[in-house]
Nanobody
Framework: QVQLVESGGGLVQAGDSLRLSCAASGATFSSYCMGWFRQVPGKEREFVAAISRSGASTTHADFVKGRFTISRDNTKNTVYLQMNNLKPEDTAVYYC???????????????WGQGTQVTVSS
């Protein structure tokens, strides 16, 4: 099973950018599709973006289209989430996850990182 560690979160102002990273170990990274999710207290974890094993296919939630971009570097066993034009409503804990398929349903992902906090002030 793959182990995942996120980094890159922090406190930023509205309109700023952040790049989240998720480093994988313990398994063949390129054999997994990867996803980013986020969660705020009291709400369910929600899908942000997913990327196929090779990186050729990506999908993003409507609320981040044009602002966030998922990518991966299989030579570095890392998946990224570039977040531009951040808004206060993007404040959440962001998680990366690994799956055997290309899904937006968090129940299809069986390996999760510990999360990284992103806080956007207005």
């Amino acid at each position: 099973q793959v182990q995942l560690v996120e980094s890159g979160g922090g406190l930023v102002q509205a309109g700023d950018s952040l790049r989240l990273s998720c480093a994988a170990s313990g398994a063949t990274f390129s054999s997994y599709c990867m996803g980013w999710f986020r969660q705020v207290p009291g709400k369910e974890r929600e899908f942000v973006a997913a990327i196929s094993r090779s990186g050729a296919s990506t999908t993003h939630a409507d609320f981040v289209k044009g602002r966030f971009t998922i990518s991966r570097d299989n030579t570095k066993n890392t998946v990224y989430l570039q977040m531009n034009n951040l808004k206060p409503e993007d404040t959440a804990v962001y998680y990366c996850a690994a799956s055997s398929g290309f899904y937006s349903d968090p129940r299809k992902y069986n390996s999760w990182g510990q999360g990284t906090q992103v806080t956007v002030s207005s």
